[in-house]
């Protein structure tokens, strides 16, 4: 039995649940994409915005360095869900350099 026979038989005893999960883990090692963020030119300048919003992750993160708790961001942008600040704090854990970055370029404009 090959590497992708055994997987095909592991895969079979997941629930359903756990092939989501396990298809989210994919998606992420395939695209280092994020679920929840995105980057359009278009808009705020091409920096990663929570999607159905122009809420760049560089002003979430600030806030919560700021101390801000999540109920207060989420008090502050109703727009936003809790899983918003979930994807928004995984995105700045891998990009954390790139989000530093545009928090001092926005701090000093």
């Not at 708790?69 to 700045?92: F, G, K, T």
């Amino acid at each position: 039995m090959n590497t992708l026979q055994q997987f095909e038989q592991l895969l079979s005893d997941l629930k359903r649940a756990e092939k989501a999960r396990l298809l989210q883990w994919v998606v992420q090692d395939l695209g280092d994409s994020f679920p929840g963020i995105e980057s359009n030119p278009n808009v705020c300048g091409g920096e990663p915005c929570i999607v159905r919003t122009r809420i760049p992750v560089w002003v979430l993160a600030q806030a919560r360095n700021l101390g801000m708790s999540e109920a207060a961001i989420l008090e502050s942008y109703p727009i936003l869900r809790a899983e918003d600040l979930v994807n928004a704090w995984a995105y700045y854990r891998s990009h954390h350099q790139e989000i530093d970055r545009q928090i001092a370029e926005n701090e000093s404009a």
